[in-house]
C-alpha cells in the first residue's frame, strides 16, 4: 500500500511558478511509475505529467510541455511537479498519482494510488 501526501499548492500570477511535492509511504516507491492528474472545477481528472519508476521516461500532456516539468528522488520518496510561465487555465487541484508497477502512463485508470490534492490558483 502506498500514501501519497501533497503539498506546495497556493495562489499565484499568470506567468508565475510553483512546486508542487508528493511525499510517498510504502517501502517500493522506486518500482511505481508516478504521475499528476488535475481537475478543474466542473471538469474530469485529466493526466498532466508522468514519470516511469526511474525517472528515465517522462510523458506529459501538450497543453504543459515546455512549462512544466516532473522529477522525482527515489531516495526520499518524493516526485516533484515544477510548473512555470502558470496561467490562469491551470487553475485546478492537483493531485498525485502512483501505480503498482514501474511503467510511466497517461491513463487515469491505470493508476493505484492518489493523494487527497493540492488546490493551485492563477490569477490573472
Known amino acids: 500500500q502506498v500514501q501519497l501526501v501533497e503539498s506546495g499548492g497556493g495562489l499565484v500570477q499568470a506567468g508565475g511558478s510553483l512546486t508542487l511535492s508528493c511525499t510517498a509511504s510504502?517501502?517500493?516507491?522506486?518500482?511505481?511509475?508516478m504521475g499528476w492528474f488535475r481537475q478543474a472545477p466542473g471538469e474530469e481528472r485529466e493526466f498532466v505529467a508522468g514519470?516511469?519508476?526511474?525517472?528515465?521516461?517522462?510523458y506529459y500532456t501538450d497543453s504543459v510541455k515546455g512549462r512544466f516539468a516532473i522529477s522525482r528522488d527515489n531516495a526520499r520518496n518524493l516526485v516533484y511537479l515544477y510548473m512555470n510561465s502558470l496561467k490562469p487555465e491551470d487553475t485546478a487541484v492537483y493531485y498525485c498519482?502512483?501505480?503498482?508497477?514501474?511503467?510511466?502512463?497517461?491513463?487515469?485508470?491505470?493508476?493505484?494510488?492518489w493523494g487527497q490534492g493540492t488546490q493551485v490558483t492563477v490569477s490573472s
Open positions: 498519482a502512483g501505480r503498482s508497477t514501474a511503467v510511466a502512463s497517461e491513463t487515469l485508470r491505470e493508476y493505484d494510488y
Open positions: 514519470s516511469s519508476a526511474s525517472g528515465v521516461i517522462r
Open positions: 510504502g517501502r517500493t516507491f522506486s518500482a511505481n511509475a
